[in-house]
């Protein structure tokens, strides 16, 4: 089974600051990660995953993040933010086997400040 | 062309109605997903249809029942509804099961009065 922890329920920043949403994970197999956005009112739309490969990812929107299996990580960075990144984001874990059943961490509230 | 699309948006009803969520997606997907989100925005998986079979059953009541009648379709109907049934109700979709991502549509806010 896995387990996510988002650790940060809110994060207020600046415009044109950077930022750092944290997400650990727990799991027994090998996962895939992903990290998805919710704008006020809309469904989830994915950033960006990794799944095999390099462990730093590019997404959309100008949003990285690198897979640490150390420490079991996978943490999304964005350089300068802007107003409209304001909205919850989701990161969410699933294993390579099975049923892929996806478990969602709780989320963090990103709210960027003009 | 919308991708996951659900209706209706927005269902306001009384304790002990009967009522039904659609969602269709067009985007040729064989893995169709309900989730839940509540209040605090926690986000929880309740059923998976593969090709119109249940393939993920949640720790969810009885009262909910989804029907898969093709791929592109899965309806989630709720007997009996309670207060705390209030919750916006997202349908998904991907590719396979699992390891792809997967396609949200806009939700249904269901408000139990």
């Known amino acids: 089974a896995q387990s996510v922890t988002q650790l940060d329920s809110q994060v207020p920043v600046f415009e044109e600051a950077p930022v750092e949403l944290r997400c650990n994970y727990s799991?027994?197999?090998?996962?895939?990660l992903f990290w998805y956005v919710q704008y006020p009112n809309q469904g989830l739309q994915l950033l960006l995953k990794?799944?095999?490969?390099?462990?730093l990812v590019k997404g959309i929107n100008g949003f990285e993040a690198e897979f640490n299996k150390s420490q079991t990580s996978f943490h999304l960075r964005k350089p300068s933010v802007h107003i409209s990144d304001t909205a919850e984001y989701f990161c969410a874990v699933t294993g390579t086997s099975g049923t892929y059943k996806y478990i969602f961490g709780t989320g963090t509230r990103l709210k960027v400040l003009a | 062309d919308t991708a996951v699309s659900q209706t209706p948006k927005y269902l306001v009803t009384q304790m002990g109605n009967d009522k039904s969520i659609k969602c269709e997606q067009n985007?040729?997907?064989?893995?169709m997903y309900w989730y839940k989100q509540d209040s605090k925005k926690f986000l929880k998986i309740m059923f998976s249809?593969?090709?119109?079979?249940?393939?993920i059953n949640e720790t969810v009541p009885n009262r909910f029942s989804p029907k898969s009648p093709d791929k592109a379709h899965l309806n989630l109907h709720i007997n009996s509804l309670e207060l705390g049934d209030s919750a916006v109700y997202f349908c998904a979709s991907s590719q396979t099961s699992g390891r792809v991502e997967q396609y949200f549509g806009p939700g249904t806010r269901l408000t139990v009065t």
């Open positions: 249809y593969n090709n119109k079979e249940l393939i």
């Open positions: 799991s027994s197999v090998s996962v895939y």
């Open positions: 985007l040729g997907h064989d893995t």
């Open positions: 990794y799944l095999s490969g390099s462990t």
